[in-house]
């Protein structure tokens, strides 16, 4: 892999946020920063790789708020840039940005602007489609939950479906390794050193066998951060159909952090729990907040079938399509070209093309805070969906409150679209 195996989205992706060795002279753009310049992109109909040149870069940096010369300084790293895919690339390691073909739909779906910039790989390309199981817990976990780890790895490899992970000690390691002992696929989503973790010997045998793919949104050789896991996390669920919780502490640790908030998540993937007289407290508690009890039997020619009943018939919910949300999603009018900052590469088609554009900033952002509250949320809450200032979001919510498009609740209080 070598720049000119990258796309020029991708090239322009990596300059502007990509962390390369030890060159801290510009701080690359934070997911929030990269979004508001996709914003304005999007608008002026033009893709990432076209700030490769001087006039559009010159005018990103007037238009989308990031500084003239810190763009223009981030885009001129093309030396570092190089030396780093070259060490990459010694490595087996390759990488995606949102803007390519390959990046996987259902993260852009499921994530949306949350959906990570760049992705890091090794292993086989072709399980970036994703799907399967989501198999997380505490990495101390005890005989019994060693075994529930195992099993379910190799019900997963038995019925044909990835197991999806984060590959740490414990139960991620425990379920990967016993759905490829039985020949199945693991889809290993790291926080901290991709590169050192693709050349361990048992990676390596999985990778040369095309059933391991290794993903991480970090630098490859970045150290484990709690940001890191726990965005290591939205990605585990993004990745997967459904997640199993093996065991996880009430309130602690990253698999609790996780599973929370895949729950609270609009759309969420069906999170089940391991059940059973002595599994950690944390486990009843996600029942609790809407998790739905793994059930003692799974035909493993039926089993996706098996569970999306499952967790249909606990939680009360219409049936949906796994696979497409479009119908729950619909927004009717709502202008295509704001929908899809994280949806690169964007098509245009003449009826968009004629669309006028808003006039106003509130315009343009309305239809996606109303996309939002389809069900109440908080400021706090509206504002991380959307990466925007709570100062800023208040303005644009209390104009909306008095165009009643959207109604105030009290006691807590939250926001929601008026039906």
């Excluded at 570092?80 to 990488?95: A, D, K, P, T, Y």
């Excluded at 202008?335 to 098509?347: F, I, K, S, Y």
């Amino acid at each position: 892999m070598n720049n000119t195996f990258l796309t020029d989205d991708t090239n322009a992706v990596l300059l502007l946020c990509g962390v390369f060795g030890k060159e801290r002279d510009v701080k690359p753009l934070t997911q929030t920063e990269y979004n508001a310049l996709m914003r304005w992109l999007i608008l002026s109909k033009m893709r990432p790789g076209d700030l490769l040149q001087k006039d559009p870069a010159e005018k990103a940096a007037q238009s989308s708020g990031v500084e003239r010369d810190r763009l223009v300084s981030l885009l001129g790293r093309g030396v570092q840039l190089g030396f780093s895919v070259e060490e990459w690339q010694r490595s087996g390691l390759w990488v995606i940005s949102r803007s390519d073909s390959d990046y996987p739909a259902r993260v852009k779906k499921h994530l949306k602007e949350k959906a990570p910039s760049l992705l890091f790989g090794a292993g086989e390309r072709s399980l970036l489609s994703g799907g399967g199981l989501a198999i997380v817990g505490s990495r101390n976990i005890d005989e019994a939950g060693e075994a529930f780890a195992k099993k379910s790895g190799e019900l997963c490899a038995e019925a044909g479906l990835p197991v999806v992970s984060g590959g740490a000690r414990g139960v991620d390691r425990l379920a990967m390794s016993a759905a490829l002992d039985c020949g199945g696929a693991a889809i290993g989503i790291l926080a901290e050193n991709l590169q050192r973790k693709s050349l361990e010997r048992n990676a390596r045998y999985a990778i040369s066998d095309g059933c391991l793919l290794l993903l991480s949104a970090c630098h490859p050789t970045a150290r484990f951060t709690v940001g890191n896991a726990m965005a290591r996390n939205k990605l585990i669920y993004a990745m997967a159909d459904f997640g199993l919780v093996v065991s996880a502490d009430h309130k602690k640790g990253g698999t609790w952090a996780g599973a929370e908030e895949e729950l609270k998540r609009p759309h969420a993937r069906p999170v089940f729990v391991r059940t059973g007289a002595n599994v950690p407290s944390g486990n009843k508690k996600l029942l609790e907040l809407g998790a739905v009890v793994w059930p003692h039997a799974v035909d493993p020619r039926r089993f996706k079938a098996t569970l999306l009943s499952v967790a249909e018939e606990d939680r009360g919910r219409e049936a949906f399509d796994l696979f497409d949300f479009s119908a729950s999603n619909n927004v009717g009018n709502v202008e295509p070209l704001l929908q899809r900052v994280a949806e690169e590469p964007v098509e245009y088609n003449a009826s968009v093309a004629e669309k006028p554009l808003p006039a106003t900033v509130y315009e343009a952002v309305l239809p996606l805070i109303l996309v939002r509250l389809e069900n109440p949320l908080t400021l706090d809450d509206l504002a991380e969906e959307l990466g925007v200032l709570k100062k800023q979001l208040s303005i644009w919510l209390k104009q909306a409150v008095g165009e009643k498009k959207i109604k105030k609740i009290s006691r807590p209080v939250r926001y929601q679209k008026r039906i």
